[in-house]
């Protein structure tokens, strides 16, 4: 990256890194929707996905506000954090964890993506640059409201629902400790009544 040599190239800079990142959810987010057990979920994906081509198109209209090239700079961070989030959904052999993991990275790139549309509205201000102030402030609460469904998804319905797969399976292994000590007792008894019958008959033989 060259050096910054005015309060202007910082901004689009920033835009650029912004535009960069959503272009690469944008690739990702329609194959991570399809490996999603929760509805509502899948539902959130996809509308975050709209949010995003949004937001691209917004910026075009930013950059050409500004007389400048959108160019190929590429968002390196935002790039790491879809990778964890990759990562981690190929590391999951047992499904109740993967909408947990992933609700759980999606939360970390909007984290991420709240921070750097807060940070761009406010260069923009500074510079009136009202297209891309529009544009930041409208998706940073967007943003906001996304990263709270998510919140709640979390605590109501995906994060309640692998700990009760967890309650079931341990049920489960209870259940089937509980049947095999009471095949154990019966063999027990079994074994005590064939000794038994066989020290009656020795006594009888006599």
């Not at 009202?130 to 943003?143: F, I, P, Y």
């Not at 700990?163 to 049947?179: L, M, N």
């Not at 095949?183 to 038994?196: A, H, M, N, V, Y």
Request: proline share 2%; charged share 40%.
């Amino acid at each position: 990256m060259r050096s910054m040599r005015s309060p202007q190239e910082l901004l689009t800079s920033e835009l650029k890194e912004i535009y960069s990142a959503e272009r690469q959810l944008s690739r990702v987010l329609p194959r991570v929707a399809k490996q999603v057990g929760s509805p509502r979920l899948r539902e959130m994906l996809d509308q975050r996905r709209e949010q995003g081509a949004a937001l691209i198109e917004q910026l075009d209209d930013a950059f050409e506000e500004m007389n400048v090239s959108k160019g190929r700079q590429k968002n390196i961070a935002a790039e790491g954090l879809i990778e964890d989030m990759n990562q981690h959904l190929d590391a999951v052999d047992d499904e109740r964890f993967r909408d947990p993991l992933l609700l759980a990275s999606m939360q970390k790139i909007e984290h991420y993506c709240i921070a750097a549309w807060g940070t761009a509205a406010a260069m923009g201000r500074l510079l009136k640059q009202q297209k891309a102030v529009q544009a930041m402030e409208q998706v940073l609460n967007e943003g906001k409201e996304f990263d709270n469904e998510m919140t709640r998804l979390a605590e109501e319905e995906v994060n309640p629902r692998m700990i009760e797969g967890e309650e079931e399976e341990g049920a489960e292994d209870e259940e089937q400790e509980e049947e095999e000590d009471e095949d154990e007792k019966e063999q027990g008894r079994q074994q005590e009544s064939s000794r038994g019958r066989r020290s009656g008959s020795r006594r009888q033989s006599r």
